[in-house]
């Protein structure tokens, strides 16, 4: 588990990124923090690792203050995939995704049979391990992206906008991979991004916050779609632009329900209970 305990951060320059912010993470689940560009939520995953120190309050992991650990160690020990992969370019992608382990003291040549096994993991092909990131699609070093930070086999992963420069089938794609990972893996995983639709697929939990990290509304997906807690939350979501709504339509089978795309989603059956 993370929490957050009264959590403030303001910049050398007297940026208020943060205000008194609280936040359980359960283990073993995917929360999202969502919000628009300047919200804070890059400044809330980095104060995880502690690449960025808060200006008071705490963060714990499972009951132990980050800031009583080895900053190094610490940010070992956490998996973190950032947007643009973060791959290093003068270096193979098995040598990109050893890199942690082989800080860790791992032997060369377990680490690069490791390295095998975690590109398996997130799809990609043994042959691809040998070539630079340059020779790979944005989709592919997103994928391995995933699989250094998974290398290590930490309990926790932190996620920057991790599809946010790949187009948008490579990124479906990328989502449903996130998806079935997840359930294979049950890692604590904070994911970070500014699309509410992405949000809603990957989290257990969402956290809708607005400038200065404050939070709108913290709930399942679910939650948030049935009981939206205000106007900003109803119109971040997209409710006021019909975005959620379902309509029914009458076919020769029975009632379906339709998208604002006119797509249909499914079939009306009466609740049972
Ligand atoms: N190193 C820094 N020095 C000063 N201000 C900063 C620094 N890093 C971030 N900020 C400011 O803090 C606020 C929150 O930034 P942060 O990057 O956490 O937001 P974000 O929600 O992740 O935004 P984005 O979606 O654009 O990445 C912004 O106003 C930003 O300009």
């Known amino acids: 588990m993370?929490?957050?305990?009264?959590?403030?951060?303001?910049?050398?320059?007297?940026?208020?990124?943060?205000a008194d912010f609280d936040l359980v993470v359960p283990p073993h689940r995917t929360t999202v923090l969502v919000g628009s560009s300047g919200s804070g939520k890059?400044?809330?995953?980095?104060?995880?690792?502690?690449?960025?120190?808060?200006?008071s309050g705490s963060i714990e992991i499972d009951g132990?203050?980050?800031?009583?650990?080895?900053?190094?160690?610490?940010?070992?020990?956490?998996?973190?995939?950032?947007?643009n992969g973060g791959l290093l370019p003068h270096l193979r992608v098995v040598d990109n995704v050893t890199t942690v382990l082989r800080l860790d003291g791992v032997p060369k040549a377990r680490a690069r049979e490791r390295a095998h096994e975690v590109l398996d993991v997130v799809g990609l092909d043994a042959a691809l391990a040998e070539r630079y990131p340059s020779q790979l699609s944005g989709g592919q070093q997103q994928r391995v992206g995933v699989?250094?930070?998974?290398?290590?086999?930490?309990?926790?992963?932190?996620?920057?906008e991790p599809?946010?420069?790949?187009?948008?089938?490579?990124?479906?794609?990328l989502q449903t991979e996130t998806l079935r990972l997840q359930q294979e893996l049950h890692k604590t995983v904070v994911f970070v991004t500014h699309d509410i639709d992405e949000a809603f697929l990957l989290?257990?939990?969402?956290?809708?916050?607005?400038?200065?990290a404050q939070v709108a509304q913290i709930g399942s997906p679910s939650e948030i779609i049935e009981a939206p807690a205000?106007?900003?939350?109803?119109?971040?979501?997209?409710?006021?632009?019909?975005?959620?709504?379902?309509?029914?339509?009458?076919?020769?089978?029975?009632t379906v329900l339709v998208d604002a795309n006119g797509r249909t989603q499914g079939?009306?059956?009466e609740d049972p209970s």
């Not at 993370?2 to 943060?18: C, L, Q």
């Not at 009583?68 to 947007?83: E, F, K, M, N």
């Not at 699989?147 to 920057?160: E, F, G, K, S, T």
Request: proline share 5%; no cysteine.
């Open 230 to 254: 205000s106007d900003f939350v109803a119109s971040f979501i997209g409710v006021e632009r019909g975005a959620r709504a379902l309509h029914t339509k009458d076919t020769a089978r029975g």
């Open 147 to 160: 699989a250094r930070a998974l290398a290590a086999d930490p309990n926790i992963l932190l996620m920057d």
């Open 64 to 83: 132990e203050p980050v800031g009583q650990r080895d900053p190094v160690a610490l940010r070992r020990s956490i998996g973190y995939v950032l947007q």
């Open 267 to 269: 079939v009306l059956v």
């Open 163 to 173: 599809f946010g420069a790949v187009d948008p089938i490579v990124r479906a794609e």
């Open 2 to 18: 993370i929490e957050f305990r009264s959590v403030t951060k303001t910049y050398p320059d007297g940026t208020h990124a943060v």
């Open 203 to 212: 989290g257990d939990q969402v956290v809708i916050l607005e400038k200065g």
């Open 42 to 55: 890059t400044t809330l995953l980095r104060m995880i690792n502690r690449m960025v120190e808060p200006t």
